[in-house]
T-cell receptor
Framework: SQTIHQWPATLVQPVGSPLSLECTVEGTSNPNLYWYRQAAGRGLQLLFY??????ISSEVPQNLSASRPQDRQFILSSKKLLLSDSGFYLC??????????????????FGPGTRLLVL | AQSVTQPDIHITVSEGASLELRCNYS??????LFWYVQSPGQGLQLLLK??????LVQGIKGFEAEFKRSQSSFNLRKPSVHWSDAAEYFC????????????FGTGTRLTIIP
C-alpha cells in the first residue's frame, strides 16, 4: 500500500531564516506530487505541483520554491521566511496517468501536514 | 478555470440530527467532484468522489453526496451525525481534461452538540 510522509510535523522559525520541508511517498512510482498551504479560514491553496523528476509548476508567486530531486521526494524551500509564510503545509500525491490521461480523475492522497510558525 | 464555493463557513448540528453541507462549482463541463474531511491538525481524508454515472454517490462513514448538474451542486449529506463527525469538510473540483489540479473550496467547519 502507499503511504505519504511529511516532516517535520511542527516547525517554529524566525523571520528571515531558511526553510526546508520534506515530503516522501512510498509504495508507488512516478506519482504526481503537490504542495498546498492552508491558512486559517482560507481553505487550501495549491502552491506547486510536479508530474515528474525536475518538473515543477508554480501556481502562485511567492518567496517559496519547490524541488523534486527524486521520483518520490518533494521538497518545499525558502531562502528567507516571511511572517506571512506561517500556516499548515500539506503534501499530496496521486497516480500519474501520463500524457492524454484524464489526470484529475484520480484521487489525491494527503500527508499529515507540517505546521509552520514564523515569528 | 474551475472554482468551488462552500457558502457555509460554520455549521452546528445536534448529535443524531441530519446534515447537509453545500457545495457549488463552476466549470464548463461536467467536472470531477470530491469531498474531503480534515480533523484538527491532520491531513485530508477522502470521503467520496463523483466521476460519472449515478449522481448519488456513497462514501465512507455513512456520507453521501448528490451531483445536480442543473444546480452546479454537489452537496454532502448524512442522515444522522455522530460526535466524531466534528471536523472541517472540503469540496473540490477537478477538470475533466488536461488538468492535473484540484481546486478546493474554503471549507465548512462542522460542530456537533450533544
Amino acid at each position: 500500500s502507499q503511504t505519504i510522509h511529511q516532516w517535520p510535523a511542527t516547525l517554529v522559525q524566525p523571520v528571515g531564516s531558511p526553510l526546508s520541508l520534506e515530503c516522501t511517498v512510498e509504495g508507488t512510482s512516478n506519482p504526481n506530487l503537490y504542495w498546498y498551504r492552508q491558512a486559517a479560514g482560507r481553505g487550501l491553496q495549491l502552491l506547486f505541483y510536479s508530474v515528474g523528476i525536475g518538473q515543477i509548476s508554480s501556481e502562485v508567486p511567492q518567496n517559496l520554491s519547490a524541488s523534486r530531486p527524486q521520483d518520490r521526494q518533494f521538497i518545499l524551500s525558502s531562502k528567507k521566511l516571511l511572517l506571512s509564510d506561517s500556516g499548515f503545509y500539506l503534501c499530496a500525491w496521486k497516480k500519474n496517468l501520463g500524457a492524454g490521461g484524464q489526470g484529475s480523475q484520480e484521487t489525491q492522497y494527503f500527508g499529515p501536514g507540517t505546521r509552520l510558525l514564523v515569528l | 478555470a474551475q472554482s468551488v464555493t462552500q457558502p457555509d463557513i460554520h455549521i452546528t448540528v445536534s448529535e443524531g440530527a441530519s446534515l447537509e453541507l453545500r457545495c457549488n462549482y463552476s466549470y464548463g463541463a461536467t467536472p470531477y467532484l470530491f469531498w474531503y474531511v480534515q480533523s484538527p491538525g491532520q491531513g485530508l481524508q477522502l470521503l467520496l468522489k463523483y466521476f460519472s454515472g449515478d449522481t448519488l454517490v456513497q462514501g465512507i462513514k455513512g456520507f453521501e453526496a448528490e451531483f445536480k448538474r442543473s444546480q452546479s451542486s454537489f452537496n454532502l449529506r448524512k442522515p444522522s451525525v455522530h460526535w466524531s463527525d466534528a471536523a472541517e469538510y472540503f469540496c473540490a473540483v477537478g477538470a475533466r481534461f488536461g488538468n492535473e489540479k484540484l481546486t478546493f473550496g474554503t471549507g465548512t467547519r462542522l460542530t456537533i452538540i450533544p
